[in-house]
Structures are given as C-alpha cells and as structure tokens.
C-alpha cells in the first residue's frame, strides 16, 4: 500500500508562502490530509510546528508534548520531507493500522472515535 501527503494547509496562513515575523520564533498549526495512492479520499491529521524559541517564551508549564514538530526555521520543504518520512515509517498493510500509526505523531480526526 501507498500512502501520501496528498495537502498541507493552515487555518492561519497559507504554509506555501507563510513568512514568520521572527524566523526564529515562530508557532504554525498544519492541517495535513494524508491518505492512499489509489484513492481521492484522505483523512486530516494536525500538526503543530513551531521553534524552540517560541516553546520557551510561550509554554510556561511542565506539559507532555504530543504532535508537534520543533524546527529552528521555517522551512516547507524541510518540514514536508520531515512528516513524508513519519509516514513512510508509519505505512502498514492497511489504512487502520496506518493511521493508527500516524496518531502517535499528528492529531488524526479519528482519534478515540468508537462507532
């Protein structure tokens, strides 16, 4: 099974051609739909991306961080090929499996849902 990065997108900007105000300390939210090759349809993942800077100005608790990608500057290209790489890791002999397995890195829309 195939399995692909079909979009990236953002409720705040358009990640193509976003421009941090402080490339170094920066937070974005993608909406990432992954999905198979062989279909048109694909589920939607969430992924926060931001810089350290802007964890240690802005996170003022002790937390567990889950679904997010730290980075040390904005960089579409380095940030798609770093979630093409989770789901090549993540690519099972179904599509359950898989995004089962890509719940442990991006918030699947599906998350704990019980039919």
Known sequence: MKIL????SSIDHDPRVYL??????????????IGMADS?????FDLFVCTPEWLCN????????RHT??????????????????IEICTCDTWTKTAQKLS???AWEYEDYQS
């Open 69 to 86: 990608l730290l980075v040390r500057k904005y960089d579409l290209d380095e940030i798609t090929e770093t979630i093409n790489k989770y």
């Open 58 to 65: 802005n996170q003022w608790v002790p937390e567990l961080m």
């Open 40 to 44: 048109n349809g694909a589920d939607y």
């Open 104 to 106: 442990r890195y991006f």
């Open 20 to 33: 941090p105000d402080d490339k170094n300390n920066f937070r974005i939210v993608l909406n990432l739909s």
């Open 5 to 8: 990065l079909k979009s990236i």
